[in-house]
């Protein structure tokens, strides 16, 4: 007789109810693994709580708030960058002929805007829906999120936005309007954390671009060590410095 396994329980939460542990999301052998609950807020003290405890949201506009905490998780720690020669050409060569600058925080809303219309490969739409971006904005106004922009001759061509708690930097999305844009801003994102001692990037789920760029996999339980042991230190002073490009313009790819 065959064993038919049974869905396993997803916590409903009421707006203001703690969450489970991350160690209890869904795993390998049920029907969505790294799912941890559903329901509650997306309001700033949740979204605070739900980062410090390795907990992200993630849902479609037709579904209720989803809550994730994934095993392995991807993370790009910042030495391990890999700046690939073209890139760094590009970067080399917009700064000097002056086109290419790094801002950050000038334009958080136009970024989120920008990465909620970006085309994915093999998605139709975007779950970066308009109770999120509220969300995000919210929570930049709070200073717990923030973005990192490309401009090229004063027009913003790419970007990303992340989440900051202490050390920890959560990265979410980013878009490009022009070769490479994106791949900039997140190489100065880079950078600023070999300054501020950052010790991960969070990245989420793993992807091949993710990868070639020097993200990778690490256990659920390594990755919420380190973010229990970062996120209460002082949070950096979001800008950025051109000379901070020295740390990855002029140091050998891993």
Known sequence: MTR???????????PGEPFPSAHDA????????????????????TLRR?????????????????????DPRMVLVPQAFRLHPSLRKSIRQGLKSGRLSIRID????QVIRACATAPRPGQA????????????????????????????EDELVGGLYCVNL???????????????????????????AQVWDVPMIDCQQNTRHL???????????TFLETVSGA????????RFDPLYWDQILFTPTP
């Open 4 to 14: 038919v396994r049974s869905t396993p329980y997803l916590p409903w939460l009421s």
């Open 26 to 45: 869904w795993g390998p052998g049920d029907p969505i693994p790294g799912l941890l609950a559903a329901g509650g807020a997306l309001d700033v003290p």
């Open 50 to 70: 739900a980062y410090a405890q390795g907990i992200f949201p993630w849902f479609s506009h037709d579904q209720p708030f989803l809550w994730w905490s994934t």
């Open 106 to 109: 000038t334009a958080f809303e």
């Open 125 to 152: 739409g975007t779950w970066i829906v308009r109770a999120m971006q509220d969300a995000y904005l919210a929570l930049h106004q709070a200073g717990d999120a923030h973005s990192v922009e490309t401009w090229w």
């Open 166 to 192: 202490g050390r920890m930097v959560f990265g979410e999305s980013m878009f490009s309007h022009r070769t490479d844009a994106s791949k900039m801003a997140l190489a100065a994102l880079v950078a600023c």
């Open 211 to 221: 990868a070639s760029l020097g993200a990778e996999e690490i256990p659920r339980s």
């Open 231 to 238: 996120y209460l230190d002082a949070t950096p002073d979001w």
